[in-house]
C-alpha cells in the first residue's frame, strides 16, 4: 500500500541525547514535510524539502535539523533533545505545486525526559 | 506571516448539518484546505478550494471567499464516525501548508 512510513512509532528519550526520526515514502513524491503538534497548537512546520537536495525551514525549525539525499527518504534529526521536544512528529508528503493534499504519516509520539 | 482561525469545539446531534469556519490572514495564497484527524492519527486530506465558491464531495462541502479571507467546511448528515478534529490549513508560498489549531467536532447520539 502506497503511503509514508514513520519510525519509530513511540520513544521515550533522555534530555540531551541525540535521536533521528525516520520518514519513508513510496508514492515518489517530490515535496516532503516534517510538522509537530501539540495539544491546542494544531501543526506546526519543523522543515520542509520541495525536492531531492534541498531543504528549508518552517515556523518552529530550532532544535532540528534534517537532510533529504533521495526522494524516498526524509529524517528529523534532534540533536540535543529537551523537554519541549515532547510532541507528536507527523511526516507529510506531497507532489510539488499540487493543491490536492498532503499524504501523512501515521506519526511518531517523543516524550523527552 | 500567516495565521487562521477556527472554533476549538463544536458538537451536534447525529443527522444534524454542521459548518467549521476558517478565517486567515496570510502573504501570499494559493488555497484553502481542509483535513481530518481521528484520535491523534494520520491527518486525512478532505478538500481544497483555490477558487472562490463551493466544492462539494459527498456530504462534505467546503466554500472558500477570498475577498472576505474566509472559508467554512460544511458537514451534512452527520454521522457518530465524523466525531474528530478537523483542520483548515492555507497553502503559502512555495507549497507549504500552514495549519490551524483544529476544530473538535463531536457527534452525539
Known amino acids: 500500500i502506497a503511503g509514508i512510513t514513520q519510525a519509530p512509532t513511540s520513544q521515550i528519550l533522555a534530555a540531551g541525547r541525540r535521536m533521528t526520526l525516520r520518514c519513508t515514502q513510496d508514492?515518489?513524491?517530490?515535496?516532503m514535510y516534517w510538522y509537530r503538534q501539540d495539544l491546542g497548537l494544531g501543526l506546526r512546520l519543523i522543515h520542509y524539502?520541495?525536492?531531492?537536495?534541498?531543504?528549508g525551514k518552517g515556523e518552529v525549525p530550532d532544535g532540528y535539523s534534517v537532510s533529504r539525499a533521495n526522494t524516498d527518504d526524509f529524517p528529523l534529526t534532534l540533536a540535543s533533545a529537551v523537554p519541549s521536544q515532547t510532541s507528536v512528529y507527523f511526516c507529510?508528503?506531497?507532489?510539488?505545486?499540487?493543491?490536492?493534499?498532503?499524504?501523512f504519516g501515521s506519526g511518531t509520539r517523543l516524550t523527552v525526559v | 506571516g500567516q495565521s487562521l482561525e477556527q472554533p476549538s469545539e463544536v458538537t451536534a446531534v447525529e443527522g444534524a448539518i454542521v459548518q467549521i469556519n476558517c478565517t486567515y490572514q496570510?502573504?501570499?495564497?494559493?488555497?484553502l484546505s481542509w483535513y481530518q484527524q481521528h484520535d491523534g492519527g494520520a491527518p486525512t486530506f478532505l478538500s481544497y478550494?483555490?477558487?472562490?465558491g463551493l466544492e462539494e464531495t459527498g456530504r462534505f462541502s467546503s466554500f472558500l471567499s477570498r475577498s472576505d479571507s474566509y472559508g467554512y467546511l460544511l458537514l451534512q448528515e452527520l454521522q457518530m464516525k465524523d466525531s474528530a478534529s478537523y483542520f483548515c490549513?492555507?497553502?503559502?508560498?512555495?507549497?507549504?501548508?500552514?495549519f490551524g489549531q483544529g476544530t473538535e467536532l463531536s457527534v452525539k447520539p
Open positions: 478550494n483555490a477558487l472562490d
Open positions: 490549513a492555507v497553502r503559502g508560498q512555495g507549497g507549504k501548508l500552514i
Open positions: 524539502s520541495n525536492t531531492a537536495g534541498t531543504t
Open positions: 507529510a508528503s506531497s507532489d510539488t505545486g499540487g493543491g490536492y493534499g498532503y499524504t
Open positions: 496570510t502573504s501570499g495564497f494559493y488555497g
Open positions: 508514492m515518489r513524491h517530490n515535496a
